[in-house]
């Protein structure tokens, strides 16, 4: 059963909002709140705290006033380190690498304006991106992922 957080009210900055090539102070500031923001949750959350079975796999749905088309990346960057480093920092789980934490998307939704964080532990459904992965071509490595169907031709 997944664990929901929810931070009604706020959604993450876009990174063209940030400023992706400005001040790294800028950056540091919304990094700060948001992990302050989601460690908060967790608190609250998680009774008795206690260290999550891993890896944990993070799925995001963040939801707006207006419907419009939005860049995945641009809102995924900061809600995927900020998550990461609340998760260590309040000792739910030892390190935010890949064994131990996967974010894997973001949502848009269109509503009253908040971010959901929906995280399952202790599995891996075969759906991220890391299960996914597949040798490269003329490497000798075997896949054990199915070929994906795409309209792009690969060259």
């Given at each position: 059963?997944?664990?929901?957080?929810?931070?009604?009210?706020?959604?993450?900055?876009?990174?063209n909002k940030?400023?992706?090539?400005?001040?790294?102070?800028?950056w540091t500031?919304?990094?700060?709140?948001w992990q302050?923001?989601?460690?908060?949750?967790?608190?609250?959350?998680?009774?008795?705290?206690?260290?999550?079975?891993?890896?944990?796999?993070?799925?995001?749905?963040?939801?707006?006033?207006?419907?419009?088309?939005?860049?995945?990346?641009?809102?995924?960057?900061?809600?995927?380190?900020?998550?990461?480093?609340?998760?260590?920092?309040?000792?739910?789980?030892?390190?935010?690498?890949?064994?131990?934490?996967?974010?894997?998307?973001?949502?848009?939704?269109?509503?009253?304006?908040?971010?959901?964080?929906?995280?399952?532990?202790?599995?891996?459904?075969?759906?991220?991106?890391?299960?996914?992965?597949?040798?490269?071509?003329?490497?000798?490595?075997?896949?054990?992922?199915?070929?994906?169907?795409?309209?792009?031709?690969?060259?």
């Amino acid at each position: 059963m997944p664990i929901r957080l929810e931070i009604p009210g706020a959604t993450p900055p876009s990174l063209n909002k940030m400023g992706s090539r400005g001040n790294w102070r800028v950056w540091t500031m919304h990094k700060t709140w948001w992990q302050d923001q989601v460690g908060r949750v967790l608190m609250t959350t998680i009774q008795p705290k206690r260290e999550l079975t891993t890896p944990v796999l993070v799925d995001a749905v963040l939801w707006f006033k207006t419907k419009r088309q939005r860049d995945e990346g641009n809102f995924r960057t900061l809600l995927e380190k900020s998550t990461g480093d609340a998760l260590v920092a309040g000792g739910w789980i030892p390190d935010d690498t890949p064994e131990h934490y996967q974010f894997r998307s973001v949502k848009f939704m269109n509503g009253k304006v908040c971010t959901t964080l929906l995280l399952r532990e202790g599995f891996d459904d075969g759906s991220s991106p890391v299960s996914m992965a597949r040798a490269p071509r003329g490497s000798g490595g075997k896949s054990t992922a199915p070929p994906r169907k795409t309209n792009r031709r690969e060259g």
